[in-house]
């Protein structure tokens, strides 16, 4: 069965400082992968997705991450946070129709 | 419309109550989803329409869930006899894709049920 794994529950980061959220997965075949975002009162939505191709993928707002098959990871990252990045992430996987999701990371960056 | 409409977005239901979630998809999208959300927890897969036809209800916790999408555009969640273990927010998402993993899903803002 599809899993997804996020290491860190809750971060606080200063403006500036660099992000790096984990996600391990655990899926047998060929999977595509998704981080999803939700602001303070707002929807859940894609921040970036990888399908296939060049595993280093970039989303909106600065953010990247990067496939690695061999770790089963695609850890989230931004060089440079902004007290807008304040938001919950969600790493995600489907692997045929599906799509199974981490249990969040909640990130609050102090201004 | 322009996005997913969910309503109503609170309720309160005293236990033993049913309740009845409606989801508006985005006018076209074939695939709709539904997940249930608990406190502090990532969205649980519930079912899945492809148009009218419910191909995956494995997530469904109990009998007392039943979904549906008669034609193929609204769908609503009911629960019967509701517990205090099913207050949580229930999320409905829509795709345009069919069955593919490249499903990019576009949510709702959810309907928070509160349990007494």
């Known amino acids: 069965a599809q899993s997804v794994s996020q290491h860190n529950h809750h971060v606080i980061l200063s403006e500036a400082a660099s992000l790096e959220l984990g996600c391990n997965y655990s899926y047998g075949g060929t999977v595509n992968l998704f981080w999803y975002v939700q602001y303070p009162g707002q929807h859940l939505q894609l921040l970036l997705k990888?399908?296939?191709?060049?595993?280093l993928v970039k989303g909106i707002k600065g953010f990247e991450a990067e496939f690695i098959k061999s770790k089963f990871s695609f850890n989230l990252r931004k060089p440079s946070v902004q007290w807008s990045d304040t938001a919950e992430y969600f790493c995600a996987v489907n692997g045929g129709f599906k799509t199974i999701f981490g249990a969040g990371t909640r990130l609050f960056v102090k201004a | 419309g322009a996005g997913v409409s969910q309503s109503p977005r609170y309720k309160v239901a005293k236990r033993g109550q049913d309740v009845a979630l409606r989801c508006d998809p985005i006018?076209?999208?074939?695939?709709l989803f539904w997940y249930q959300q608990a406190l502090g927890q990532g969205p649980e897969f519930l079912t899945y329409?492809?148009?009218?036809?419910?191909?995956?209800k494995s997530g469904l916790p109990s009998d007392r869930f039943f979904a549906e999408r008669p034609e193929g555009s609204v769908s609503t969640l009911k629960i019967q006899r509701t517990q205090q273990e099913d207050s949580a927010v229930y999320l409905c998402?829509?795709?345009?894709?069919?069955?593919?993993?490249?499903?990019?899903?576009?949510f709702g803002a959810g309907s928070r049920l509160t349990v007494l």
């Open positions: 006018s076209g999208h074939v695939s």
């Open positions: 990888y399908f296939s191709g060049d595993p």
């Open positions: 329409f492809q148009n009218e036809a419910q191909l995956d």
């Open positions: 998402a829509s795709s345009l894709v069919r069955l593919s993993g490249a499903n990019v899903l576009t």
